[in-house]
């Protein structure tokens, strides 16, 4: 059966500038064996050019700007064919300025249709020129839903959806939140696979490290969810969810093998996360409701929203 991948990159493929261990080998089993795969992510920053040259010195050769997709593209993408014709009012870095313009969507700080919200400093005035276009009847839209994104195992960093959180505070208004796990993002990269193979794989597979974002839009979009367990997302946290993921591993690595060969591992099937004992108790809290658990270091609201 031919597998199409989509692949997300913190904490699956790097973790801030290193590489994880095994997967540059996942890549180039990637390459030689001619399957057909993108990498999928919500950062809005950098173009597909930037993440191929990050990739290239990390290690990590063979690549094109045609193997990424990011938040950014996926939203011009959306206002392109939903909106031709419209103008935005951008709170964002290079990614997202660039993929607009490559879409002819012209840029507006007067009267916009739009104001988009990406990752990248948002300061004080343009936060406050936000608000006065959406209170003037501007659609307010962000290029992902994330409040928070890994940097490290100690360190996060604000994203797109912490400054969409702050302008719907203050005008009162709903952001529309694209990005994962927003169904759209997964039908344009299925589409996407489909054009860099000529014609659309049997199945796709989804490989993230996010319960939140990764998992859940490949399950609501009816393709395969691999977990893997080396970036935001600990084994003893994955029975919290309703939705589960096709299969939990240790890495990409674990996938190196089969993709050379196409035979199916079984033991990289998903653990039953079974609840033990008679007791009853709970095996962890909801993460959309739980943010005051004494058991975490510091309180964190909600990934997504």
């Not at 193997?67 to 939203?75: D, I, Q």
């Not at 839903?145 to 912490?162: I, M």
């Not at 008679?278 to 809290?285: D, E, F």
Request: aromatic share 6%.
């Amino acid at each position: 059966m031919k597998t199409g991948y989509l692949i997300d990159m913190d904490g699956v493929i790097y973790r801030e500038n290193q590489l994880i261990p095994g997967a540059g080998d996942f890549v180039q089993s990637l390459l030689g064996s001619g399957a057909s795969f993108l990498f999928l992510t919500n950062n809005s920053a950098p173009t597909p050019e930037d993440l191929a040259v990050r990739l290239k010195h990390l290690g990590i050769q063979g690549l094109s700007p045609k193997h990424f997709y990011t938040s950014a593209l996926n939203t011009a993408d959306f206002l392109s064919e939903t909106d031709p014709g419209c103008t935005v009012f951008v709170i964002g870095e290079g990614g997202l300025l660039t993929a607009l313009h490559e879409r002819k969507i012209a840029s507006d700080a007067i009267d916009p249709r739009y104001v988009v919200v990406g990752e990248g400093a948002a300061t004080m005035e343009r936060l406050a020129k936000a608000h006065e276009c959406v209170e003037r009847g501007a659609r307010l839209l962000a290029t992902n839903p994330d409040n928070w994104c890994p940097v490290s195992s100690e360190k996060t960093r604000p994203g797109a959806g912490a400054t969409a959180a702050f302008l719907e505070s203050s005008t009162g208004r709903s952001a529309y939140y694209l990005g994962k796990p927003n169904g759209y993002m997964f039908h344009r990269a299925r589409r996407k696979l489909a054009e860099l193979a000529l014609n659309e794989p049997e199945q796709v597979v989804m490989i993230g490290d996010t319960m939140e974002t990764d998992i859940r839009g490949a399950i609501e979009a009816g393709m395969q969810a691999f977990l893997v367990l080396s970036g935001s997302t600990q084994l003893e946290n994955v029975g919290d969810y309703v939705y589960q993921p096709t299969r939990v591993l240790t890495s990409v690595a674990d996938l190196v093998e089969e993709v050379r060969t196409g035979k199916v591992s079984d033991r990289l099937n998903s653990p039953v996360f079974a609840r033990t004992g008679s007791h009853g108790n709970k095996l962890g809290h909801r993460h959309q409701t739980d943010v005051f658990a004494l058991h975490k270091p510091r309180p964190r609201p909600a990934m997504t929203k």
